[in-house]
T-cell receptor
Framework: RKEVEQDPGPFNVPEGATVAFNCTYS??????FFWYRQDCRKEPKLLMS?????NEDGRFTAQLNRASQYISLLIRDSKLSDSATYLC??????????WGAGTKLIIKP | DAGVTQSPTHLIKTRGQQVTLRCSPI?????VSWYQQVLGQGPQFIFQ???????GRGNFPDRFSARQFPNYSSELNVNALLLGDSALYLC???????????????FGPGTRLTVL
């Protein structure tokens, strides 16, 4: 089992819709969690951190479920510019970043 | 302020050759991490350096080595290149040394290495 797993997609979603995807992690001692966005052939960029209490940034909401060991990302009112690959990142107990393979999102007009 | 810079942007090598990739972190950042990203996968951690010392090493063979200079720039060296080393090599800098549970890494544009 991979340490961090994501559905590779692609998720094909019409513009304006709401989309959500999850990321599961295997190490219960994992400490911190992030969502990064990566555009095609570009470097990853931090989208948002994931706090235990959940957090929201505009149209984006991130949640952490420690009991079930997953984090989620919800995108409301999706825009064409949201098309990208979304990477889940977990910091383990050795302070190393473990990356998921990413979920590809395609927003269609 | 300039972001993380990497050179070269693209590189083509043949099997068995050696390659050196370079990275300059954001000014004031003392930590540099190297990642390998194969198409369709997430970045795989190779090394982290902080204050010129190795702080972490991923599961890569000894053909991979790195160092950090007094100005905090870094080099990644790969010897005896294999076809499977073809990938995007990303450098990321951060202000903390990897002993913080909450720190953002800023990535450079990467070096795309093709091994023929």
């Amino acid at each position: 089992r991979k340490e961090v797993e994501q559905d590779p997609g692609p998720f094909n979603v019409p513009e304006g819709a709401t989309v959500a995807f999850n990321c599961t992690y295997s190490n219960s001692a994992s400490q911190s969690f992030f969502w990064y966005r990566q555009d095609c052939r570009k470097e990853p960029k931090l989208l948002m951190s994931v706090y235990s209490s959940g957090n929201e940034d505009g149209r984006f909401t991130a949640q952490l479920n420690r009991a079930s060991q997953y984090i989620s990302l919800l995108i409301r009112d999706s825009k064409l510019s949201d098309s990208a690959t979304y990477l889940c990142v977990v910091i383990d107990s050795n302070y190393q970043l473990i990356w998921g393979a990413g979920t590809k999102l395609i927003i269609k007009p | 302020d300039a972001g993380v810079t990497q050179s070269p942007t693209h590189l083509i090598k043949t099997r068995g050759q050696q390659v050196t990739l370079r990275c300059s972190p954001i000014s004031g950042h003392k930590s540099v991490s190297w990642y390998q990203q194969v198409l369709g996968q997430g970045p795989q951690f190779i090394f982290q350096y902080y204050e010129k010392e190795e702080r972490g090493r991923g599961n890569f063979p000894d053909r991979f080595s790195a160092r950090q200079f007094p100005n905090y720039s870094s080099e990644l060296n790969v010897n005896a290149l294999l076809l499977g080393d073809s990938a995007l090599y990303l450098c990321a800098s951060s202000s903390t040394g990897g002993t913080s549970l909450f720190y953002e890494q800023f990535f450079g544009p990467g070096t795309r290495l093709t091994v023929l």
